[in-house]
């Protein structure tokens, strides 16, 4: 198995070489910070990831966990209407479907009273078939 061999004693000047190029990658090559330091040093020890803070805070029971309101129950959100919905829950489809029959039913309106206007006599008005 190759590079599984283990690193042998961490030293301060390998901790030291680790936390420059940490500063480096993230953009402050002239110094390494604290933070540089201390993921050198977890990074070559092994150590967790987490702070101390987060790890406390991971080890307690989701039963126990963080509670804004103490005896709160809390309440039901109000549904929110999607994105492409109307005042009314209609979908985007919906909406431009009723937009054509009232489009087609106005034009139907239009050419009935262009053609009673030019045989003088009325001409029945028959509803647009539109499938559904």
Do not use: C
């Amino acid at each position: 198995m190759e590079n599984a061999a283990g690193i042998g004693t961490v030293t301060s000047e390998m901790v030291e070489a680790r936390a420059r190029e940490l500063a480096a990658i993230n953009g402050h090559p002239s110094k390494p910070s604290e933070a540089d330091y201390q993921q050198a040093k977890r990074e070559l020890t092994g150590e967790s990831e987490m702070d101390p803070q987060e790890e406390s805070s991971e080890s307690i029971p989701d039963s126990e966990g963080w509670d804004p309101v103490p005896g709160s129950t809390g309440r039901q959100a109000a549904d929110s209407l999607g994105e492409d919905e109307d005042a009314e829950g209609r979908s985007e489809s919906a909406q431009l479907f009723e937009e054509g029959v009232s489009e087609a039913e106005h034009d139907q309106m239009r050419q009935a009273s262009r053609a009673e206007e030019n045989s003088g006599e009325p001409e029945p008005i028959t509803p647009a078939r539109v499938p559904r």
